[in-house]
Structures are given as structure tokens and as C-alpha cells.
């Protein structure tokens, strides 16, 4: 994921504001993360600089 998406980004829920987790990073791209809810308290992940922003109900 491009960290310049977070302008764009919002909670899925609530569309509030994510705070981004960085675990793994390569030059420009987040491999390895997640994004944060503050309002919602619920973290999305960042795998394989893919984020999955499916509300919690809907993951598996």
C-alpha cells in the first residue's frame, strides 16, 4: 500500500480517520501492517501491501 492513499483512506464503519501501523516497509510501499480506528477501536490489516478494509462482520 502507498503510504500517499491515507489522504484518501477512511474507516469503513465509521469513516473516521486510520492511523497507520507500519511492520514492514520497501522504499515507498507498506508490506506489513495496519490501519487503526480510534473511533471504533478495530484494526484493519496490511498484508502483502494489500489492505483489507472489509468491515469487521465481513472478515473471515
Not at 2 to 27: H, N, Q, R, T
Not at 34 to 50: E, G, M, Q
Amino acid at each position: 500500500m502507498k503510504k500517499e492513499l491515507m489522504k484518501i483512506l477512511a474507516c469503513p464503519v465509521c469513516k473516521g480517520d486510520l492511523e497507520l501501523k507500519v511492520d514492514e516497509e520497501k522504499g515507498e510501499e507498506v508490506v506489513t501492517g495496519s490501519l487503526y480506528c480510534s473511533n471504533c477501536h478495530y484494526s484493519y490489516p496490511i498484508v502483502d501491501t494489500i489492505p483489507n478494509l472489509l468491515p469487521p462482520e465481513q472478515q473471515t
